[in-house]
């Protein structure tokens, strides 16, 4: 038993020194792999010491008592094979020497990030600020209002229903011409597509979330003599919540693909969609790579966000007690 | 007789789509009567509201076509020029459709592996999950005419750039959905598959994939209409190359808004119909299994 664990971390040290060699390597030479492909055999072994040293973590994480410990170890298997594809990356395209105008490599994409810092806030700001924010929220709002409103009408849901759920089969964001068209090249324009995306999917969640209520609960707020807004307030929107925040999250996603896609069609000379379709056009790669980075940072800080959010919210669901 | 009326889902759903399409009429009315009137105005012509009506219900490019316009635009464009034209709405709809289930297929086998591997392999549970979960947040689709862009540089066109888009996009349903559903079977049937002393594979043909199958079909259907989204997006940049999404782009670069419209409509029975065949395959798969649907 002792000997496999010690095998184990041999392999480990093994590619983590190989992982060190390849990149020092393809740093100083580039398109080293070429010239000379021996280096290339370094590439399976620290993709097998990645493996084990995440099997370890796994393994050590599912050993440690529950607290800081297990949280960062359990963290760390993930981290680990973000960082191993990066590296992957960086050295394939350092080591094959990938021209820039096809894939750039991590590290100039970093650069270019911290070095265009300026521009790329600006577009964030006009993108993700305005646009994206002002229409999620509008979008989400009316489409929670308008499920409030039908709730007690069964005749308008058997309306609207159905076409909520066609909307969803519908690629929505094919509207953004149309858009531009109306409310012009500002962000008002990219707003109203994000209104309309984000819409249907808050309205049907929420109407699902409203209906998820139970019926013992029900029974007993009128035994109360709760009116409709105690009932509403005390019983179908708790039960909604959980209901409320996938539809929050997913329209989060949903909001920054329509402004950005709505940008493609008419900007003022600012804006994440903007920046990408004309740095594209000046092939100037890392630099769509940066906004690119932008983007997925804020798509996924506002979803942790919205998720950490449900979870103070929602601490009585069992998915959220299970989880610890 | 009304009040079985009240509680029709036709009659609700007719009801609803009629108030719609009033409300379309007015709307387009209101558009397109700004302008109208500006050049009315501007040619020193008296008008009166009879003659604006039937102007903005037949501008050459107005700012909301009215649904006649668009259906006039759609019998043209169907089925008054040959399919292999350029101008035939059914030869983008083709390649958009094409690429849409390449890529589709492509997203549900990537999609059924990854859930394999994270269900059966407790390390890759830990080191992917995450990072599929995360890779939804990051809005692909707004990169997509980049990547179809460089592949293009590559002399890599047609069909598969596409569809690796669309592959982007409706692999992640399926993963999350076929994890789930992998680990739905009842304990108690997991528990008698061991003491057969069935092995991985047989328990999982037997127990694990059978019970999956709903779980399956469920994220398929949502996953055939990223899949289109993911098409439509990738086909803007290449505007010459034909698809609905390039039909949008060039709409809305000459201003033809009936154009948008109708490209808009196909697309739209496009995404219900590739949907309603998924659910039609998914009831005659639960029929042969025994499952009453």
């Known amino acids: ?324 | 007789m009304f009040k079985s009326l009240r509680n029709s889902q036709a009659a609700a759903l007719s009801l609803m789509v009629a108030v719609l399409l009033v409300i379309w009429y007015i709307g387009a009315l209101w558009l397109n009567s700004d302008l109208l009137i500006n050049g009315y105005e501007r040619r020193n012509i008296d008008w009166n509201f009879s003659q604006l009506v039937a102007d903005a219900y037949s501008m050459q490019r107005p700012l909301l076509p009215t649904p006649d316009q668009i259906g006039a635009e759609l019998y043209k464009s169907i089925f008054d020029t040959r399919i292999d034209s350029k101008r035939s709405l059914v030869f983008h709809a083709g390649i958009t459709l094409s690429s849409t289930l390449l890529g589709f297929a492509l997203g549900g086998l990537l999609g059924i592996l990854l859930a394999v591997g994270i269900v059966h392999n407790r390390t890759l549970e830990r080191s992917l999950m995450p990072w599929v979960i995360t890779s939804q947040t990051i809005p692909i689709l707004a990169i997509a005419p980049m990547i179809i862009v460089v592949l293009g540089a590559l002399n890599f066109t047609g069909v598969l750039p596409k569809a690796i888009i669309s592959m982007y996009l409706s692999f992640f349903p399926v993963t999350i959905g076929m994890v789930k559903g992998l680990r739905a079977p009842d304990k108690l049937h997991m528990e008698l598959l061991a003491t057969y002393s069935a092995n991985t594979t047989q328990l999982f043909w037997k127990l694990r994939w059978p019970s999956a199958l709903p779980y399956l079909f469920a994220s398929l259907k949502i996953a055939i209409a990223a899949a289109l989204v993911g098409a439509i997006v990738g086909e803007l940049p290449t505007g010459a190359q034909g698809g609905l999404g390039a039909r949008l782009l060039s709409g809305s670069y000459y201003g033809q808004t009936v154009q948008i419209w109708a490209a808009l409509i196909v697309a739209a029975v496009l995404g219900a119909s590739l949907v309603a065949l998924v659910g039609v395959l998914e009831r005659r798969i639960n029929r042969r299994m025994g499952i009453a649907a």
């Open chain 1, 1 to 324: 038993m002792n000997t496999l664990a010690l095998n184990r971390l041999l392999i480990i040290a093994a590619g983590a020194l190989s992982l060190i060699l390849s990149l020092f390597i393809t740093a100083a030479d580039g398109a080293i792999y070429q010239q000379q492909p021996i280096w290339l055999a370094l590439i399976p072994l620290l993709l097998l010491g990645g493996w084990f040293a995440m099997s370890l973590l796994t393994d050590l994480g599912e050993q440690a008592a529950p607290g800081l410990a297990r949280r960062a170890l359990n963290l760390a298997v993930p981290a680990l094979f973000a960082g191993l594809l990066l590296a992957l990356w960086q050295l394939i395209v350092t080591g094959f020497g990938v021209p820039q105008v096809l894939l750039p490599a991590p590290s100039t994409i970093g650069a270019t990030f911290f070095a265009q810092l300026q521009t790329l806030a600006q577009d964030f700001a006009q993108t993700w600020l305005k646009a994206v924010l002002a229409g999620w929220l509008i979008g989400c709002g009316s489409g929670f209002i308008v499920a409030l409103l039908i709730d007690r009408s069964p005749f308008l849901q058997k309306g609207l229903l159905p076409i909520g759920n066609i909307m969803s089969s519908i690629p929505i964001v094919g509207i953004a011409p149309i858009m531009v068209m109306w409310f012009g090249f500002d962000w008002e324009s990219k707003a109203a597509v994000v209104v309309v995306m984000t819409f249907f999917p808050m309205l049907v969640n929420t109407l699902a979330g409203l209906h998820a209520s139970d019926h013992l609960h029900l029974n007993l707020l009128h035994t109360y003599a709760g009116n409709r807004r105690q009932t509403l307030w005390y019983v179908q929107l708790p039960a909604a919540l959980p209901f409320i925040f996938n539809a929050l999250k997913l329209n989060s996603t949903l909001a920054l693909i329509g402004a950005i896609v709505a940008e493609f069609f008419g900007t003022p000379i600012v804006g994440m969609g903007f920046r990408i379709s004309t740095e594209v056009g000046r092939m100037n790669m890392d630099m769509v790579w940066a906004t690119i980075l932008v983007a997925a940072l804020a798509g996924s800080i506002s979803y942790g966000l919205l998720a950490l959010l449900e979870r103070k919210l929602t601490f009585w669901h069992p998915s959220t007690r299970s989880a610890g």
